[in-house]
Each structure stands twice: as structure tokens, then as C-alpha cells.
């Protein structure tokens, strides 16, 4: 799951010319880590939307990585 | 009387008291003839000197390009253009809004998204901006958490209502949640304005913030359910959704979605065909406004719910702008950038609905050779602003259109 995750903030990454990750961490902060603006935030919601057909933020903003990953393991369990 | 170093505006890494910036006022020989800084402190500066030496002036975005600047009709030397001060005031605590009584030459010029490409100038006088300002005594000790954009009206207006009661301003613009709660807590902050996309990202509810005793919300939609969760994060706030437009600065406030026409506006505003109307009594200047007989059509589409009093709410708007986290982005404009491209045949921009910004832009685009998206994004980023740059590309053999031949976009 971490690294379906990670391919998406990777593209993300790349379209800013940030460097791209090797590793993503559940304790890594989308923001202050990652270094994701709303913009950014936005754009991975849609790209893991078209993924797994869940909005992660539909019911507010989420912080971590782990975040993500419970919404879409929740999510997949229903 | 102010006290002795309270504070005016705090911003990331730099704190200024009143009295910092009425020392500042009175260092000033020269004024901007239009103010693009980054810095929110200069902006409100050079603002505030330029009301009280009644010098117009025109504010422009800091992050606007070279060539987005030309597109607003200035070249460079625009830029560099002063007023040079020469009977210079001794400002103090007691005079500093003297001159907000009586301006005869200033107007402060904005830009706001624009229908067709380019965006349009409109022009305020001091009483326009102002003309829902509240000064008394109960709001002397207010505490701002500043979450508009300082170049725009919604921010201008909040400005005003600050200073002019003596308020601190503590921006929080940009800023990220966590710091926002930060700053919220550090500073006591007691009220703020803001946009349903600002209000998103404070979500979800962690802890309890009891400082803050009011919350304004305008520039989008309403949002009931966005309302009930800040409800619990500000349990004491009072929440207004506002409706405020470039064209006529605020005009209605409602504690729901239902906006109830004030007796004082009796006869400014009208309802055709659906459409929002207001006097041009209530409006700045603008060559692009276009009235019929005394009324401005908004674009605004209501739904009115009661004659008498009149009461409507707001269902969208009759153009085809998109609203990008509370910033109007013309698709025209994008689609425009994106043609100019050597390896692109045609494009559509459009919006898809974003649970973080509201909608976020989406480009079909066909090809006549082979681009990358991130080639595409650095592209458009060096001539349009960050929120206009679709985030999303679909490679596609043919642009889909509308029975009427238009491009189709939501």
C-alpha cells in the first residue's frame, strides 16, 4: 500500500521538480515532511481517488501517510 | 488611547507594534504608484499612506509574471513609478484616519478574474471599501486571524475593519494547520474571515479553540456541513456566511444560507431572471461594467425563497469561471497558454469537484507530439499564477464539445 502511495506523491514530486522519495513512512507528515501544499493535497486525492475510488480527504484534511493508508484500508474492508 | 506596543500585524519571522508603523508612516519621502510586494506589512503600509496623503493607487498580486503583468496593461516602468511626498504629515495615534473623511483624489485600484482572459481593473473609493466597517469600543480588543489574500478585496476589507478599531492582524494566510492552530492559540485570536477552503483544512476536529468568537465565511459556496464541524472546533463562534464580490465589496451577511435583504438596501438590489442585480451606487468603477439602466448583472444565480422581505440564496454562478480554493480561474485563459504550445493541437480546462479546494483543474489536451505532463506544468507555470495550472492531464484524441459547439467543461 505504501508504495502504491508513493508512486502518486512521487509524480506529484516530480511535476514540482522536487526530489522524488524512496521510502514513505506512516509517521511522515503530508505538509511539513512531504512538503505537499493544497494544491499538491488536492491533486493526490484525485490521483488515489482514480486508484482505489476513495476521496481520503472527504471528511476533512489528514495529516500522515498512516492516515491515508487507514482511510483506504477501512475503505477496501466495506 | 492605543497602549504602548500592541501589536499590528504579526507575519512569519516579523512582528511590528502600531507604533512601529506609525514611525514607519512618518519615515516615508516616496510612496509605490502600485504596490505589488510580497511583504503584507509594506502592502498595508504604503496603503495606509497612500489614504493619508490621497494618492490613488493600484495593488497587484506579488507572483504575478512578467507577461501577466504586461496583460494588465503595465510595462516595467509602471512598476518602478513613486509619488514623491512633499508636505510630509506628522502622523499619530490621533490623526493617522483624519484623512479617511476626506479623500478627493485617492481610489485604490484591483484586479479581479476576469470573463475574458484578462482580468478586470476595478476602481473603490475610500467609502466603498469601508462601507461595512464597524468602529466602536467593544471591538477595540479583537484579535484578527488574517486568512485572505492582502491584495484582494476580501483581505483589503478585513484590513480595514482591524485597523481602523486598532486590532492586531495575525496572518495566516498559506499557512499550514498546524501552525494556524498555533497561531489561533498563541495569539488569543478572537475573530476571522475566511474561505470554505481556508475553513477545510482545519479539518477535522481535534481540540477546541474558545477564543475565537466569530467566523466569517464568504467567496464560495455555503456549506452547511463545513459549518457544523467549525461549530465544534470554535464551540463560542458566532458563523456568518458572507457574500462579497470585487465588483461591490461586501454586501450580505446571513447566519445560514438564506440572505435577507436589509431594509438599507431596499431598491440597490434586484432579482432578474434569477439573476443577482445591484445599483451602481453600490459598485466601484470599471469601464468592463456593463449596466442596465442603474443595475450591474452579477452572474450570480438565486434562488429567491420570500418576496417580502426579499430572501434568496445563492446557487452558482452564471459564468463559466472555476473556483480553485477561493481563486476564479478563467479556463479560457488556460486553454489560451496551453494552445500557444508548438506540440499541442487543442485543450479543454475544466473543473472537477475536490473535497480539498473545492474543484481542481483538469486538462484534456491532444497532441500533435509527444510532452510530458511535468514539461506541460513547468510551461504554464512560468506564465500564469500556481492555482491556474491544471494539476491533472488526459492525453486525448479528440476535444469533447457541447451540442452548441462549445468546449464542455463540468
Request: proline share 2%; aromatic share 10%; net charge neutral.
Amino acid at each position: 500500500m505504501q508504495d502504491k502511495i508513493l508512486v502518486h506523491i512521487n509524480k506529484i514530486l516530480e511535476n514540482k521538480n522536487n526530489v522524488q522519495l524512496n521510502k514513505l513512512t506512516n509517521s511522515m507528515h503530508l505538509r511539513d515532511d512531504i512538503g505537499l501544499d493544497s494544491l499538491d493535497l488536492a491533486e493526490l486525492t484525485v490521483r488515489i481517488e482514480s486508484e482505489f475510488g476513495i476521496d481520503i480527504f472527504e471528511n476533512g484534511i489528514i495529516n500522515t501517510v498512516g492516515e491515508i493508508i487507514k482511510i483506504l484500508e477501512n475503505g477496501a474492508k466495506k | 488611547m492605543v497602549q504602548k506596543n500592541k501589536l499590528f500585524l504579526v507575519d512569519e519571522g516579523s512582528i511590528s507594534t502600531y507604533d512601529d508603523l506609525i514611525k514607519d508612516l512618518n519615515k516615508l519621502n516616496k510612496l509605490p504608484v502600485i504596490i505589488n510586494d510580497r511583504s503584507a506589512y509594506k502592502i498595508f503600509l504604503h496603503l495606509l499612506a497612500s489614504i493619508i496623503y490621497d494618492f490613488p493607487v493600484t495593488i497587484i498580486d506579488s507572483d504575478f509574471s512578467d507577461n501577466e503583468v504586461k496583460a494588465l496593461g503595465f510595462s516595467e516602468n509602471d512598476l518602478k513609478g513613486y509619488f514623491n511626498i512633499e508636505h510630509a504629515v506628522k502622523v499619530n495615534e490621533l490623526n493617522i484616519f483624519d484623512s479617511f473623511d476626506n479623500t478627493n483624489n485617492w481610489k485604490l485600484t484591483i484586479f479581479t478574474s476576469g470573463t475574458s482572459g484578462v482580468p478586470k481593473k476595478v476602481s473603490h473609493n475610500l467609502s466603498s471599501l469601508i462601507r461595512m466597517v464597524k468602529v466602536d469600543a467593544k471591538r477595540f480588543n479583537n484579535i484578527w486571524g488574517f486568512a485572505f489574500n492582502p491584495t484582494h478585496i476580501a483581505g483589503l476589507q478585513v484590513f480595514f475593519q482591524a485597523v481602523m478599531n486598532w486590532n492586531s492582524i495575525v496572518n495566516l494566510f498559506g499557512k499550514s494547520r498546524k501552525r494556524i492552530y498555533q497561531l489561533v492559540e498563541k495569539y488569543d485570536i478572537t475573530n476571522i474571515s475566511a474561505t470554505p477552503t481556508f475553513y477545510r483544512l482545519l479539518l477535522p476536529y481535534e481540540n477546541e479553540f474558545k477564543s475565537v468568537v466569530r467566523l466569517s465565511c464568504g467567496g464560495e459556496r455555503f456549506d452547511q456541513r463545513l459549518t457544523l464541524k467549525l461549530q465544534s472546533i470554535f464551540p463560542n463562534a458566532q458563523i456568518l456566511n458572507i457574500y462579497a464580490s470585487t465588483e461591490a465589496g461586501t454586501l450580505f451577511a446571513a447566519k445560514g444560507d438564506l440572505f435577507e435583504l436589509k431594509p438599507d438596501l431596499k431598491g440597490l438590489v434586484k432579482i432578474d431572471n434569477n439573476e443577482l442585480l445591484i445599483h451602481k451606487a453600490y459598485l466601484g468603477k470599471s469601464d468592463i461594467f456593463i449596466f442596465e439602466g442603474d443595475f450591474y448583472r452579477t452572474g450570480d444565480i438565486v434562488d429567491v425563497i420570500k418576496k417580502n422581505p426579499l430572501t434568496f440564496r445563492f446557487i452558482n454562478r452564471k459564468n463559466e469561471m472555476i473556483n480553485v480554493g477561493g481563486y476564479k480561474v478563467d479556463p479560457l485563459e488556460v486553454e489560451e497558454i496551453l494552445n500557444s504550445h508548438p506540440f499541442i493541437i487543442g485543450s479543454r480546462v475544466y473543473g472537477k469537484k475536490n473535497s480539498v479546494l473545492g474543484n481542481i483543474l483538469i486538462a484534456d489536451v491532444k497532441l500533435k507530439d509527444k510532452i510530458s505532463e511535468k514539461e506541460l506544468i513547468n510551461f504554464l507555470s512560468d506564465k500564469i499564477q500556481m492555482h491556474k495550472v491544471p494539476r491533472i492531464y488526459n492525453f486525448v484524441d479528440e476535444i469533447s464539445v457541447t451540442r452548441t459547439g462549445k468546449i464542455k467543461r463540468l
